[in-house]
């Protein structure tokens, strides 16, 4: 099974600040990484596709970036709604892992 | 709208069965794989089965295999999880999702249920 790591565990910020999750693989998984967004008591979101690719609706303030084993979620500007936990997923390979998570938290 | 309603969940005892459903709407059913992920309290997400559209090919994880039988009725636009001999660890959040794909190998889990609790526990 390929093993997903985030770092890091949890993250303290402003709002307006920049911050970058990093999700690193076990083995190359390619390009075959996606970012997911879950706040408080609801599902999971889609923010990022095949590493780089933003999902219909998603700000513009969401980038993703990586390829082979290395990846990162960056947020620029933070707004008071991306407060929540950031999951990295990879589809490279069944079974389908994902990371343990990033809770990002307001200081 | 794409909706994913499931039912199905509650308390058990170890050892015992649940059968989930997940109501789809909104879309072609027939056109989309399915998944169900599964997510221990205060934990992360963890992937736990997938159908393809035509039921051609299923995969389970490990924790999961020989007790969990997934399926999946598109006439009745509806996906199962039948989950037997139950243990502590099978507690959590259980969604069902549809996979959306980008290109001919990358899919991303692109519409997600609400969620159902299925609590295993004397």
């Known amino acids: 099974d390929i093993q997903m790591t985030q770092s890091p565990f949890s993250l303290f910020a402003s709002v307006g600040d920049r911050v970058t999750i990093t999700c690193r693989s076990s083995?190359?998984?390619?390009?075959?990484l996606n970012w997911y967004q879950q706040k408080v008591g609801k599902a999971p979101e889609v923010l990022i596709f095949g590493a780089s690719r933003l999902q219909t609706g998603v700000p513009s303030r969401f980038s993703g970036s990586g390829s082979g084993t290395e990846f990162t979620l960056t947020i620029t500007s933070l707004q008071p709604e991306d407060f929540a936990t950031y999951y990295c997923q990879q589809h490279y390979s069944t079974p389908i892992t994902f990371g343990q998570g990033t809770r990002l938290e307001i200081k | 709208e794409v909706q994913l309603v499931e039912s199905g969940g509650g308390l058990v005892n170890p050892g015992e069965s649940l059968r989930l459903s997940c109501a789809a709407s909104g879309f072609a059913l027939s056109d989309h794989n399915m998944v169900w992920v599964r997510q221990a309290p205060g934990k992360g997400l963890a992937w736990v089965s997938s159908i393809t559209s035509s039921s051609d090919y299923i995969f389970y994880g490990d924790s999961v295999k020989g007790r969990f039988t997934i399926s999946r009725d598109n006439a009745k636009n509806s996906v199962f999880l039948q989950m037997n001999s139950l243990g502590a660890e099978d507690t959590g959040l259980y969604y069902c999702?549809?996979?959306?794909?980008?290109?001919?190998?990358?899919?991303?889990?692109?519409?997600w249920g609400q969620g159902i609790l299925v609590t295993v526990s004397s």
């Open positions: 083995q190359t998984i390619s390009r075959h």
């Open positions: 999702v549809r996979v959306d794909y980008y290109d001919t190998t990358g899919l991303y889990f692109a519409y």
